[in-house]
C-alpha cells in the first residue's frame, strides 16, 4: 500500500480480555516499531524488527505484551490480560534504513480497557 | 538509560509571532529527527540532522543541531494556524540498539 496500515482503528475491551493489534508496513521496508502514545504524552518505544534479525524487545513494558512480524513484513502485537492502564493510542512505523532514518508512522490503533 | 527531553512543554503564541522548541539529550546523539503531530494525528517527519553545528531550514522553520551534538532546536517564524500540533524530536539510542527515542514534546496553539 501508499502507507503504513494499522487495524483496528479503535478497540474497546474489556479487562482481562486478549486483544491484537495489526500492522502491515510500507513494501520494502526493513524496519518496523511499535510505540504507545497515551493520551496528551509521548510515545514510548515497545519493539523494534529489522529483516530477520532478532526483535529488540527492551520496550514491552510486561510479559503480557508480545509482538510478531512474520514474513518480514506484516507485524502483530498481543497484549493478554489487558489492564485499564494499557489503554492508548498504539503506534506503528516502519523505515527503510537498517540504521535509524526517517519513521513512516500509521494513523495508530486506539486502545480503550473498560 | 538515554534521556530526550523538551521544553516548553507547552506555548501559546499569537499568529505571527515566533516559536521555537529546545530538545536535551542526555547523551550525545549520531544524529537527531524532528517530528511534528497534528491533533488526532499521527507524527510526520520533519527533518533529520546529522552533522555538530549542522542548521538547516525548511520555509518558515529552522532546525539547529548543537556543536556537542547533545541538543537541538526548531525555530517557527510567524506562526500560522497550520502550525498548530506537537513537536517531537528523537535520537537513536545509543546503546548500539536500532530504536529511536522521543522527546517529551512541545504542543504549540496558534491563537488568531
Known amino acids: 500500500g501508499a502507507g503504513v496500515s494499522q487495524s483496528p482503528s479503535n478497540k474497546v475491551t474489556e479487562k482481562g480480555k486478549d486483544v491484537e493489534l495489526r500492522c502491515d508496513p510500507i513494501?520494502?521496508?526493513?524496519?518496523l516499531y511499535w510505540y504507545r502514545q497515551s493520551l496528551g504524552q509521548g510515545l514510548e518505544f515497545l519493539i523494534y524488527?529489522?529483516?530477520?534479525?532478532?526483535?529488540?524487545k527492551s520496550g514491552l513494558p510486561s510479559d503480557r505484551f508480545s509482538a510478531e512480524r512474520t514474513g518480514g513484513s506484516v507485524s502483530t502485537l498481543t497484549i493478554q490480560r489487558t489492564q485499564q492502564e494499557d489503554s492508548a493510542v498504539y503506534l506503528c512505523?516502519?523505515?527503510?534504513?537498517?540504521?535509524?532514518?526517517?519513521?513512516?508512522f500509521g494513523e495508530g490503533s486506539r486502545l480503550t480497557v473498560l | 538509560g538515554q534521556q530526550v527531553m523538551q521544553i516548553p512543554q507547552y506555548q501559546h503564541v499569537q499568529e505571527g509571532e515566533d516559536f521555537t522548541t529546545y530538545c536535551n539529550s542526555s547523551?550525545?546523539?549520531?544524529?537527531i529527527q524532528w517530528y511534528k503531530q497534528r491533533p488526532g494525528g499521527h507524527p510526520v517527519f520533519l527533518i533529520q540532522?546529522?552533522?555538530?553545528?549542522e542548521v538547516k531550514k525548511q520555509k518558515r522553520l529552522t532546525f539547529q543541531f548543537g556543536e556537542a551534538k547533545k541538543n537541538s532546536s526548531l525555530h517557527i517564524t510567524a506562526t500560522q494556524t497550520t502550525d498548530v500540533g506537537t513537536y517531537f524530536c528523537?535520537?537513536?539510542?545509543?546503546?548500539?540498539?536500532?530504536?529511536?527515542?522521543f522527546g517529551t514534546g512541545t504542543q504549540l496553539k496558534v491563537e488568531l
Open positions: 512505523a516502519s523505515s527503510p534504513l537498517k540504521y535509524t532514518g526517517e519513521l513512516f
Open positions: 513494501s520494502g521496508h526493513t524496519a
Open positions: 524488527f529489522q529483516g530477520n534479525s532478532a526483535p529488540d
Open positions: 547523551t550525545t546523539l549520531s544524529n
Open positions: 540532522l546529522v552533522k555538530s553545528g
Open positions: 528523537a535520537g537513536p539510542d545509543t546503546g548500539g540498539g536500532n530504536k529511536l527515542t
